[in-house]
């Protein structure tokens, strides 16, 4: 024992002699690893948990049930929750974001999140456990809700990472805050619970951790990604106004539909024609919502958009093309000066870029490593998806990461990729992890990526 704490001493005044930080040295990681035995005993009740929430999915600013679950899972542990974090959505608004919290001595504080909500998604994965809920939107219109990004697997993961930590207090130090968050996909949920005092309400965390299921990998590998890893996501509404009238005599009217569809079209040159070809950018239309009845021009189409850039250069220049694209359009049609297009960007939904720390990056890939094996990791390009999650992190201020569980079935995964098929992705309704791997898989690495963060 004497000649093992000299050769750590020996490693850490060498480390700190050349400048290196604890962040960059992974082989001095803890040597505890998770209860596999207990994981395999709690396997039936999570897979029944998770088949649970994914029954009965709820939508962003509406996970009253998932919150008070996860709450419920989490008190039975021993975490002192505090709910009905982050009502500054609207007044109110209760607030559905919970931590979590367990000292277990003196060490660094480290944060997991989970996000809880659904997607307006119809499910046609007809599964047995497939999700039948229905809601009405504020626009009027009906639509499903279904758990198509995975945030069931997320939530289940959280609960099994909770349950191997409690079990194994007596090797780790510090405290542990596990997070449920609302509004990920509306992707206001994080800054929603920041702005509501979520420091003030837990300690403040050395390393924020989360794991995100992932369509693009079989279950059993994990992926991870140094740096800028998701790209950041402004969403702009525009109210295309005309003048309305009878559908028999349109030349007496302004017709917005038919401006709406002239500036979707417009819309997809901007990209392609005002963006630097090196600079990653996406715009889409994703919804366009106008009209009563076929024989009536309405007075107004409205239009929602969503962008993605990695720079401010390349999203300040999507928002002035996006004006200046329906200005022109409307002009051309000759709609009145007091008619004008009306262009608003949504702040309070704006994710800024994931930046994956890079020193805490390589601390999680190697006990990704660790238990998973080394061949089982794999290192992923950056994506043009969005996550509010960086905003946990106050940009930078600490550090944050997030890693990849694939959720295909391995089977599966194998046949598309001979064949040459593409897989169901995330938001897609036939979107279907293979529950019980990867589940597995994400409880045993978030479990050791806190273990060695954490170490007794």
């Known amino acids: 024992m004497r000649h093992n704490r000299l050769a750590l001493t020996l490693a850490l005044s060498l480390a700190a002699t050349l400048g290196i930080s604890s962040l960059a040295t992974p082989t001095l990681a803890a040597n505890a690893t998770p209860d596999r035995p207990r994981l395999e005993a709690d396997m039936p009740q999570l897979l029944q948990l998770y088949k649970e929430l994914h ?39 209760k607030g559905y974001g919970l931590v979590g919290v367990m000292k277990n001595g003196d060490g660094p504080t480290v944060l997991v999140r989970a996000d809880m909500d659904a997607l307006p998604v119809e499910e046609k994965t007809g599964l047995p456990y497939a999700s039948t809920v229905k809601v009405r939107l504020p626009s009027g219109q009906e639509t499903g809700v279904m758990h198509a990004c995975g ?84 969403q702009i509404d525009i109210r295309v106004r005309g003048v309305g009238g009878h559908g028999s005599a349109p030349q007496t009217t302004r017709d917005p539909v038919v401006l709406a569809a002239s500036i979707v079209m417009q819309l997809q040159t901007i990209v392609s024609r005002s963006t630097a070809p090196q600079e990653p950018a996406v715009l889409t239309v994703g919804t366009i919502h106008g009209g009563t009845k076929r024989n009536i021009i309405p007075e107004e189409v409205k239009l929602e958009l969503n962008m993605r850039s990695y720079n401010e250069d390349t999203r300040q220049t999507l928002i002035a093309g996006v004006r200046r694209v329906a200005r022109g359009a409307a002009i051309a049609m000759g709609v009145p000066e007091d008619r004008m297009p009306e262009v608003t960007v949504i702040d309070a939904e704006f994710a800024p870029v994931v930046i994956n720390d890079p020193k805490l990056n390589l601390r999680v890939e190697a006990s990704l490593r660790k238990v998973v094996g080394a061949e089982n990791v794999d290192q992923l ?24 569980v694939g959720a295909v079935n391995p089977a599966e995964y194998a046949k598309a990729t001979a064949e040459g098929t593409v897989l169901p992705s995330t938001h897609s309704p036939l979107f279907a992890p293979d529950p019980e791997p ?19």
């Open 55 to 93: 029954l009965a999915p709820e939508l962003s600013r509406m996970e009253e049930k998932t919150a008070a679950r996860l709450a419920s899972e989490l008190r039975a542990l021993g975490f002192t929750v505090t709910e009905g974090i982050g009502k500054y959505f609207s007044p109110g608004y």
């Open 151 to 234: 945030h069931d697997i997320h939530v289940t993961s959280l609960v099994g990472t909770a349950r191997q930590l409690v079990a194994m207090k007596n090797q780790w130090r510090g405290t542990l805050i596990l997070l449920g968050q609302p509004a990920e996909e509306t992707i206001d949920g994080a800054i929603a619970m920041v702005r509501d005092g979520l420091y003030d309400k837990v300690p403040k965390p050395d390393y924020v951790i989360a794991l995100h299921d992932w369509s693009g990998m079989p279950a059993g590998r994990v992926g991870v990604t140094s740096g800028p890893a998701m790209a950041q996501s402004t």
């Open 381 to 404: 390009p950056a994506v043009m998806g969005s996550e509010d999650f960086g905003r946990l992190g106050l940009d930078g201020k600490f550090p944050t990461v997030m890693f990849r």
């Open 438 to 456: 990867t589940l597995r898989t994400g409880i045993l690495g978030m479990t050791q990526v806190v273990l060695d963060l954490m170490p007794r």
